[in-house]
Nanobody, 115 residues
């Protein structure tokens, strides 16, 4: 069993930056991919960015060049550095971790971009 805890959300003005963090805990866990998804009001949850254990990354087109995902495999941490934030980035951001057996989700952290 894997537990995911996110932190770092909040309110930021357009053009600002935030960094989200997520730590995975659990005994004997072996996580392959970790990443971030988001869900805005009235919309489906969508991929933001993912990174595998060996370093392959995948970004949504809407965040390329603005967001950067990084991982600390030894500590089961994943980060999302978000720069040049836009109002359309407002959403609940969910941490995601995939093992061989299943996918796990965090509880979500709110990111609001507004002046």
């Amino acid at each position: 069993q894997v537990q995911l805890v996110e932190s770092g959300g909040g309110l930021v003005q357009p053009g600002g930056s935030l960094r989200l963090s997520c730590v995975a805990s659990g005994s004997g866990i072996s996580i392959n991919a970790m990443g971030w998804y988001r869900q805005a009001p009235g919309k489906q949850r969508e991929l933001v960015a993912t990174k595998t254990r060996v370093g392959s990354t995948n970004y949504a087109d809407s965040v390329k060049g603005r967001f950067a995902i990084s991982r600390d495999n030894a500590k089961n941490l994943v980060y999302l550095q978000m720069n040049n934030l836009k109002s359309e980035d407002t959403a609940v951001y969910y941490c995601n971790a995939a093992t061989v057996y299943r996918i796990y989700w965090g509880q979500g952290t709110q990111v609001t971009v507004s002046s």
